[in-house]
């Protein structure tokens, strides 16, 4: 009689274990395998004895906490869409800067051309009218108006654009003041309203005004270039940055 009275607690012992077993399992959702195995191993586990029952929760416990350590260590899908932002405004800014730079060699390449055949044919005029300039008028028309523009024309299809845009700009600027002193301020053999009613004076007269048009324009392209390259250099700085600060997740 004893001995059925110990195998009843026995029973009614394990049956409370095995449901303790199985709403740890079900409530706390930290077993890694599927509830159908679950209840497999608990009714199997409910054959043994207790302390086997209670290392078998611990060991499973374990694992549910290794498994959460693993996924708390992989990154945050957020970092990767700032990064992606920020690539993007970097790759629109770099667009931006290449086909800026190549309007600028086309544009410079046009107006350098357009002023040195405009001074071909002012030099044939001068020449057939006998007009002559001074030494230092000589210098300075072979050095900045004509070779000077060429050297900047070539350098803004290398990578010392910004060079070559400079030299565009002071040797435009410069011919055009030099052109206006002779051509239309100062009295003498190469101002335009002494030139005789020939068709070489009209020549004179008509590429005089054609080389001031054309170095106003090289001058503005060249100046107005170097503005757009110190904005660009300007947002290559500020636009990751931003980026980054837009997205960027609160810490908590």
Known sequence: MGGLVGCLRFVSWTGRDQHRVESGFHSAGRASIPV?????????????????????V????????????RSS????PGRYAVLKNSALCV???ELLRR??????????????????????VHGLAHRKLSVGLPPTGSVFVIAVVLILPLIAMALLWTAKK???????????????LFGFYYHFWAVGPDA????????????????????????????YVGIHFLWIAKENSKKDIEVPISSKIRGQRPSH
Do not use: C
Not at 58 to 69: E, I, P, Y
């Open 162 to 176: 910004r060079l070559g845009l400079i030299i565009l700009s002071l040797s435009m600027f410069g011919s055009l």
């Open 73 to 76: 260590r992989q990154p945050r």
């Open 99 to 120: 086909s800026n730079v190549n309007r600028a060699a086309k544009y410079t390449t046009a107006i350098v051309l357009a002023h040195l055949l405009v001074n071909i």
């Open 91 to 93: 790759g629109a800014v």
């Open 58 to 69: 611990s060991v499973q416990d374990t694992q549910g906490g290794l498994a959460r350590n």
């Open 192 to 219: 335009v309203h002494t030139q005789p009613a020939t068709p070489w004076g009209t020549a004179f007269r008509l590429t005089a005004y054609l080389l001031l048009i054309t170095e106003l324009i090289g001058a």
């Open 36 to 56: 159908g195995r679950e209840q497999s191993q608990i009714s199997f586990a409910s054959l043994l004895p207790a302390p086997l029952i209670l290392m078998k």
